[in-house]
């Protein structure tokens, strides 16, 4: 049995490593909720956030710029335009975590100030170093993700020796960093990053092998749902990956993933409950943070 897993987020603590924790993919980009003309009405995305929360996320990670593989990047006067109304929004109507799914510096920092906890940097501070620095005087929580590459070529040619030995060390190595930029270890969580620039034996090995990355000692993030290897083993697009995406975080959990990156929370968290029940976990109720955060003092 896995013991615990203290996640600070703001002076919180959290233990991770008991229920599974489910983080909710909330959009914000033109090709979700986004109308693209000059007046951004936040107020679809809030509703869908809304219901994330109530279906029982933990976090909801808001993002306004799409990281898919061949995307350009936008100006970070645009990808705050559309989070943090979003942000403010949702900070005033549910206590749930939010993180923000950017990276840059000065949108994270606009994030922050509107009401955001955790900073998801798909290149682990690579963009842009100055998160680290913000990350450190908020004591936010940051999440480091494996990328090989950058999103518009990564899945050009990905080549590795050992996948797994790779992404642990890239991350135990960003760990080192961010430890000497002055981040508590504490509020640190990492991610294999399925999918980011990876061949499908390669994201099949990092979630077989997934205890290889748990054993860094953090929290383990994992986002499979809906993603190409999912598509690519039955053959389905994106709007039939459900069982797929299930069974992929069923497996990502039970090797030691504690937070699941994911679209369809509901679905997610009942999966995640009856696996986390046969793991011998305590049994997911609906609001068991209180009982967390006392076993975690
Ligand atoms: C269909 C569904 C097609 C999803 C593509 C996608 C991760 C992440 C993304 C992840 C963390 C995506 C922002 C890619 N993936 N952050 N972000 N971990 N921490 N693609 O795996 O969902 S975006």
């Known amino acids: 049995m896995r013991t615990g897993t203290v ?5 919180a603590r959290h233990l991770l490593g008991t229920r599974t924790w489910v ?13 693209g003309g000059r007046y951004f009405d936040p107020g679809p995305a809030v509703d869908h956030g809304l219901r994330l929360a109530d279906e029982g996320a933990d976090i909801i990670d808001v993002g306004g710029e799409s990281s898919r593989f061949g995307s350009d990047p936008i100006p970070a006067e645009e990808e705050i335009r559309r989070i943090v109304p979003v942000i403010s929004s949702l900070r005033t109507q549910t206590r749930v975590l939010l993180s923000v ?12 100030g509107a009401g955001a906890d955790i900073i998801n940097d798909i290149s682990s501070f690579e963009m842009d170093p100055r998160l680290l620095v913000l990350a450190a005087e908020t004591g936010a929580g940051f999440i ?13 040619a990905p080549r590795y020796e050992d996948v797994v030995a790779e992404v642990r060390g890239f991350l135990a190595e960003k760990i080192e960093i961010a430890a000497a930029y002055g981040l508590n270890k504490e509020s640190l969580a990492v991610d294999p990053g399925i999918g980011f620039g990876k061949r499908l034996e390669d994201n099949c090995a990092l979630i077989r092998e997934l205890e290889t990355i748990a ?10 749902s809906r993603k190409s290897m999912i598509g690519k083993i039955l ?20 090797r030691g993933a504690h937070i699941l990156r ?14 986390d029940a046969i793991l011998s976990r305590p049994a ?8 967390e955060a006392g076993r975690a003092r």
Do not use: C, W, Y
């Open 7 to 11: 996640f600070r987020v703001k002076g």
């Open 23 to 35: 983080m909710g993919i909330l959009n914000v980009t033109p090709d979700s909720f986004f109308d």
């Open 101 to 112: 799914d950017t990276t840059k510096f000065e949108t994270a920092r606009a994030a922050l």
């Open 144 to 156: 480091l993700m494996h990328m090989q590459g950058v999103p518009k070529t990564m899945q050009a």
């Open 215 to 224: 054993g860094i000692g953090r929290p383990v993030v994992m986002g499979v």
């Open 235 to 254: 053959d389905v697009p994106p709007e039939e990956r459900l069982e797929g995406s299930l069974a992929a975080a069923v497996v990502g959990l039970a």
């Open 262 to 275: 994911v679209h369809d929370v509901q679905s997610t968290r009942r999966a995640a409950r009856v696996a």
């Open 284 to 291: 997911g109720g609906e609001n068991p943070e209180k009982r």
